[in-house]
T-cell receptor, first 113, second 114 residues
Framework: AQSVTQLGSHVSVSEGALVLLRCNYS??????LFWYVQYPNQGLQLLLK??????LVKGINGFEAEFKKSETSFHLTKPSAHMSDAAEYFC???????????FGRGTSLIVHP | EAGVTQSPTHLIKTRGQQATLRCSPI?????VYWYQQALGLGLQFLLW???????NRGNFPPRFSGRQFPNYSSELNVNALELEDSALYLC?????????????FGSGTRLTVV
């Protein structure tokens, strides 16, 4: 069975500050990992994904994430937060023989002026 | 290219009634997935349809059911509605196995049970 833990249901940063959203997973086999973003009253949009290859993955809107197998982590970062980044962010994992992604509970990113 | 479309956007039902939610996948996508997003619970997997067949089911009671049509569109039916069924229901589609491609989500149907 696979699981995803997102530390912190809410993360608050100032505009221009570093964004760090944490995601740890458990999977019995090398996983596929995803980050999605959900803006208010919208569905989820794929930010980035790791399947194989380079462990540092770049996504849209300046976000990137690094797959660290030893730490079973896939944290999402952005060097400088913008007001438009305020949204809900979900980490998801596919692994353990299942083709169905398991999602974390989400982290709400709040950006202060 | 049209994205994943869901209808209706909002639905209000009375406890005990039935609700029908609809999803049209992206053209060329054969798999449709349904998720329930209840407040504070993240996304809970409901159902996966591929090529007209139910491939997997999440941990939900049988009153949650659905089907996929020959054009790959899908319906989610919720019978005997309960207050706790109030949630955002999201549909996603993919081609092939989601692992390699990721999902494309619709904007969801907000179901409110009163």
């Amino acid at each position: 069975a696979q699981s995803v833990t997102q530390l912190g249901s809410h993360v608050s940063v100032s505009e221009g500050a570093l964004v760090l959203l944490r995601c740890n997973y458990s999977s019995s086999v090398p996983p596929y990992l995803f980050w999605y973003v959900q803006y208010p009253n919208q569905g989820l949009q794929l930010l980035l994904k790791y399947t194989t290859g380079a462990t540092l993955v770049k996504g849209i809107n300046g976000f990137e994430a690094e797959f660290k197998k030893s730490e079973t982590s896939f944290h999402l970062t952005k060097p400088s937060a913008h007001m438009s980044d305020a949204a809900e962010y979900f980490c998801a994992v596919i692994g353990g023989g299942s083709y169905i992604p398991t999602f974390g509970r989400g982290t709400s990113l709040i950006v202060h002026p | 290219e049209a994205g994943v479309t869901q209808s209706p956007t909002h639905l209000i039902k009375t406890r005990g009634q039935q609700a029908t939610l609809r999803c049209s996948p992206i053209s060329g996508h054969t798999s449709v997935y349904w998720y329930q997003q209840a407040l504070g619970l993240g996304l809970q997997f409901l159902l996966w349809y591929d090529e007209g067949e139910e491939r997997n089911r999440g941990n939900f009671p049988p009153r949650f059911s659905g089907r996929q049509f020959p054009n790959y569109s899908s319906e989610l039916n919720v019978n005997a509605l309960e207050l706790e069924d109030s949630a955002l229901y999201l549909c996603a589609s993919s081609t092939g196995q989601a692992a390699n491609y990721g999902y494309t989500f619709g904007s969801g149907t907000r179901l409110t049970v009163v």
